[in-house]
């Protein structure tokens, strides 16, 4: 059912003036429901460089991804010795989110430390 021009204006305004809006046509919805799959998933992946302070990481791990003292020291001592570590499992928004928010802490402290996003 296609709607005039003037009918639309007079539904917006009834609904910016707080009136309440009654539906003209009746939607049937399928009563079948579709599984979606689960989106994917993207690792925050920590590198390693010479000139970030090992305290200063693992205050990033315990700000940003919420690990405890001894998770965020395990973690640290991963990125030291094996040149990067994953950080945390999240959709893609969420880790882009996160490695940024990382970036911009440690650059407005002076620090290089950087991160990546992968597909996990």
Request: proline residues 6%.
């Amino acid at each position: 059912m296609s709607t005039g021009k003037a009918e639309q204006t007079r539904l917006v305004w009834k609904v910016r003036a707080g009136q309440e809006v009654q539906p003209q046509e009746q939607v049937r919805v399928r009563g079948e429901s579709q599984e979606l799959p689960p989106p994917p998933m993207y690792q925050v992946v920590i590198l390693n460089d010479d000139y970030t302070p090992m305290e200063f990481v693992v205050i990033v791990l315990e700000s940003f991804f919420a690990l405890d003292r001894q998770q965020a020291t395990r973690v640290m001592l991963e990125v030291h010795t094996q040149g990067k570590a994953g950080v945390g499992r999240y959709t893609r928004d969420v880790a882009e989110t996160k490695a940024m928010q990382v970036v911009d802490f440690s650059q407005r402290h002076e620090h290089p430390l950087m991160c990546r996003v992968e597909l996990a």
